[in-house]
């Protein structure tokens, strides 16, 4: 399937020679596209207490990094000033912007981490830097030049509160216009300058390192483990260096650890409850004066479901995992609840089984998912 957001390039043909391999320019990926933001907008949302935000400052060659929340007289302070504002997470606060993030589910919703919103001034960049994670720079109202460089030189400015590139090498270069589209793999230094004030989307595909998942997996192992004994040593030899740590003793402990064992099935459930796990700033509220049950039932019916901005589904042989939470589903209902993670919404909900409403209304109750308004 071809698709206009890859500049006429099919899915498969964009995952197979550009994603995680080299960059890729989309002139009017989206025409006429100016984003769902205003600039005021955007700093409304960095004015409140729920969300994620960061002011990157360049003045006379020094940067300065502030993190949210600020007030709007922050921002007449900083008038004179070569600045630029981004907001984190914005899919967690728009509907408009979820709807965005949606035209990229070609690739799985367990690589997406945020949609993050950035406005400049003229003139106004965060550095040449690096990222580890897949992004897609969307540009909205304005113009922002673009350099690109696959240079392995990853040494950093000294003494600053950013990891900006000490030497940038610029190798191609772009001024992107609104509904212009740049994808870069992780690892290639890029650098944004406004033309004049602009605001970017950035849509953001997370990458975890190895120490982060393995380090994770620990975690989640330590409460499944189970394993009888007690240390014990009822043929102790007597040592002549009592502070040492004997090899008998390591022998032995190391025959302990071995006893951890996991399967697919552990690995599955964990990546489940891994990938699906609120971040840590992330709250729901739970419904204060909730309808009953059959009326929940009667308002789906007629109007359908949608998840929560802030929530993230997936789903597995039969295995739901939402916010960081597993569900094993009947058979019958799967294919129900497979749909509802993959579009967000559900519509034309009929004949459910008692375990199935049970359970999309205790999401409702604990803010999980809404019904649609209409």
Same mark, same amino acid.
């Given at each position: 399937m071809k698709n206009n957001i890859l500049g006429g390039l099919s899915y498969r043909t964009f995952l197979r020679d550009y994603w995680q391999k080299k960059p890729l320019l989309v002139r009017n990926a989206?025409?006429?596209?100016?984003?769902?933001?205003?600039?005021?907008?955007?700093?409304?949302?960095?004015?409140?207490? &729920?969300?994620?935000?960061?002011?990157?400052?360049?003045?006379?060659?020094?940067?300065?990094?502030?993190?949210?929340?600020?007030?709007?007289k922050d921002f007449n302070s900083f008038s004179k000033k070569k600045?630029?504002?981004?907001?984190?997470?914005?899919?967690h606060l728009l509907p408009a912007a979820r709807d965005l993030l949606l035209q990229f589910n070609f690739i799985p919703?367990?690589?997406l981490d945020d949609l993050m919103v950035s406005y400049a001034q003229k003139g106004a960049g965060i550095g040449p830097h690096f990222d580890s994670y897949d992004v897609f720079l969307l540009q909205g109202m304005g113009r922002k030049r673009w350099q690109i460089s696959a240079q392995k030189d990853n040494d950093l400015v000294a003494n600053i509160p950013l990891k900006i590139l000490n030497n940038f &090498?610029?190798?191609?270069?772009?001024?992107?216009e609104p509904g212009d589209m740049l994808y870069l793999p992780p690892g290639y230094a890029h650098n944004g300058v406004a033309e004049d004030e602009c605001m970017?989307?950035?849509?953001?595909?997370?990458?975890?390192?190895?120490?982060?998942?393995?380090?994770?997996?620990?975690?989640?192992?330590?409460?499944?483990?189970?394993? $009888?004994?007690i240390y014990s &040593?009822? $043929?102790?030899?007597?040592?002549?260096?009592?502070?040492r740590i004997s090899?008998?003793?390591?022998?032995?402990v190391k025959i302990i650890l071995d006893k951890v064992k996991w399967n697919n099935k552990d690995v599955k459930h964990f990546l489940g409850i891994y990938l699906t796990e609120p971040k840590s700033h992330i709250f729901f509220k739970q419904v204060l004066d909730p309808m009953t049950q059959n009326k929940f039932i009667h308002h789906i019916e007629k109007k359908g479901l949608q998840l929560n901005l802030k929530s993230r589904m997936l789903c597995r042989e039969r295995i739901v995992y939402l916010n960081g939470y597993a569900h094993k589903i009947s058979t019958n209902a799967y294919l129900l609840f497979e749909k509802f993670a993959d579009h967000q919404t559900l519509s034309r909900i009929k004949n459910l089984d008692n375990e199935t409403v049970t359970l999309l209304y205790q999401w409702y109750l604990d803010g999980y998912i809404e019904i649609i308004k209409t």
């Open positions: 989206l025409l006429n596209f100016q984003g769902p933001l205003t600039r005021d907008a955007l700093i409304n949302l960095a004015c409140t207490e &729920d969300t994620q935000s960061r002011l990157i400052i360049k003045e006379n060659k020094k940067w300065q990094l502030k993190q949210g929340p600020f007030t709007l600045w630029t504002l981004l907001v984190q997470d914005v899919n919703y367990s690589r &090498d610029s190798e191609q270069e772009w001024v992107l970017t989307y950035s849509i953001g595909f997370r990458s975890a390192s190895y120490q982060e998942l393995i380090t994770q997996f620990l975690f989640y192992l330590q409460d499944k483990i189970e394993v $009888n004994g &040593d009822p $043929n102790i030899a007597l040592q002549f260096h009592p502070a090899s008998t003793m390591l022998h032995q």
